[in-house]
């Protein structure tokens, strides 16, 4: 049984930064694709970041390039994404996901790619 459990989250003033870490229970590939989603109020689902083949290749949405950094510690089976220079549109619940499938995605792949995921962790950036 995989289980995805995600913390870090926390109330932040614009421009300050977080943490996210998104803990690995039970068995999933290391090469396999994990990703960092967020969804806002009133919005969609969106990916922030990707990381794929063993952790080789990384990949960001638009909107969070040079500001957020995916990684991951095979060690302590954790996926972090560390969040820097945070806007108030960055408000949003932040869900961790991890595919048991694929070892190569894309940005875009959207999440039906993830075949698990986490309850989510809200960050929240004010003005």
């Known amino acids: 049984q995989v289980q995805l459990v995600e913390s870090g989250g926390g109330s932040v003033q614009a421009g300050g930064s977080l943490r996210l870490s998104c803990a690995v229970s039970?068995?999933?590939?290391?090469?396999?694709?994990m990703a960092w989603f967020r969804q806002a109020p009133g919005k969609g689902r969106e990916a922030v970041a990707i990381?794929?083949?063993?952790?080789?290749?990384?990949s960001y949405a638009d909107s969070v390039k040079g500001r957020f950094t995916i990684s991951r510690d095979n060690a302590k089976n954790t996926l972090y994404l560390q969040l820097n220079s945070l806007k108030p549109e960055d408000t949003a619940m932040y869900y961790c996901a991890a595919s048991s499938r694929y070892s190569w995605c894309t940005i875009g792949a959207g999440s039906q790619t993830y075949n698990y995921w986490g309850q989510g962790t809200l960050a929240t950036v004010s003005s």
């Open positions: 039970g068995y999933i590939d290391r090469r396999n694709c």
């Open positions: 990381i794929y083949n063993g952790g080789t290749g990384t």
